[in-house]
T-cell receptor, first 112, second 112 residues
Framework: DAGVTQSPTHLIKTRGQQVTLRCSPISGHKSVSWYQQVLGQGPQFIFQ???????GRGNFPDRFSARQFPNYSSELNVNALLLGDSALYLC???????????FGSGTRLTVV | GQQLNQSPQSMFIQEGEDVSMNCTSSSIFNTWLWYKQDPGEGPVLLIALYKAGELTSNGRLTAQFGITRKDSFLNISASIPSDVGIYFCAGQLKGGAQKLVFGQGTRLTINP
């Protein structure tokens, strides 16, 4: 079975641009979460979606948005990119209970 | 953003030595998780703890969920070169967004 897949793996954008990151959860997993990991830090929670509904949002500005599709895949959108948005963006999926999340390999976003 | 206090930040040990790292929080968590992250990859779940006082092993790894539910430790016995990487603790609250709150990580380096 495929694990959590994220695309693209690497991305370079210019300040002010918009970016869309994509995530496909493990088959059968209905919960998808997004995390931002700045170099040298632990991941920070951005969003959680379960059954296509937003279940939680971290302390991130409104420039960050996400959605989950009927097939449980998800997109993270970031508008008006800032240099500080440069990070590894991780997607994690779970069955939806209190079980541990399985993470993808992430998308490395560099804003120049 | 919110993070757990994880220590030590880095460790330099000889192959074969035992390793111990811990995580503390001012908040109570219902679940404690330990992840390992290799360069260019997402975190991989090592051990999940669901009950206060629980002691769980996974091969050479042993982790405990503190009685106060505000702390956890991870021990690695007889370290080997493939143990090199960054170890993260994460706490999870039950209900709501079920977001993970991560520590800052412990970077483990092993001298052969």
């Amino acid at each position: 079975d495929a694990g959590v897949t994220q695309s693209p793996t690497h991305l370079i954008k210019t300040r002010g641009q918009q970016v869309t990151l994509r995530c496909s959860p493990i088959s059968g997993h209905k919960s998808v979460s997004w995390y931002q990991q700045v170099l040298g830090q632990g991941p920070q929670f951005i969003f959680q979606y379960y059954e296509k509904e937003e279940r939680g949002r971290g302390n991130f500005p409104d420039r960050f948005s996400a959605r989950q599709f009927p097939n449980y895949s998800s997109e993270l959108n970031v508008n008006a990119l800032l240099l500080g948005d440069s990070a590894l963006y991780l997607c994690a999926s779970s069955l939806g209970g209190s079980d541990g999340y399985t993470f993808g390999s992430g998308t490395r976003l560099t804003v120049v | 953003g919110q993070q757990l206090n994880q220590s030590p930040q880095s460790m330099f040990i000889q192959e074969g030595e035992d390793v111990s790292m811990n995580c503390t929080s001012s908040s109570i968590f219902n679940t404690w998780l330990w992840y390992k992250q290799d360069p260019g990859e997402g975190p991989v779940l090592l051990i999940a703890l669901y009950k206060a006082g629980e002691l769980t092993s996974n091969g050479r790894l042993t982790a405990q969920f503190g009685i106060t539910r505000k702390d956890s430790f991870l021990n690695i016995s007889a370290s080997i070169p493939s143990d090199v990487g960054i170890y993260f603790c994460a706490g999870q609250l039950k209900g709501g967004a079920q977001k993970l709150v991560f520590g800052q990580g412990t970077r483990l380096t092993i001298n052969p």
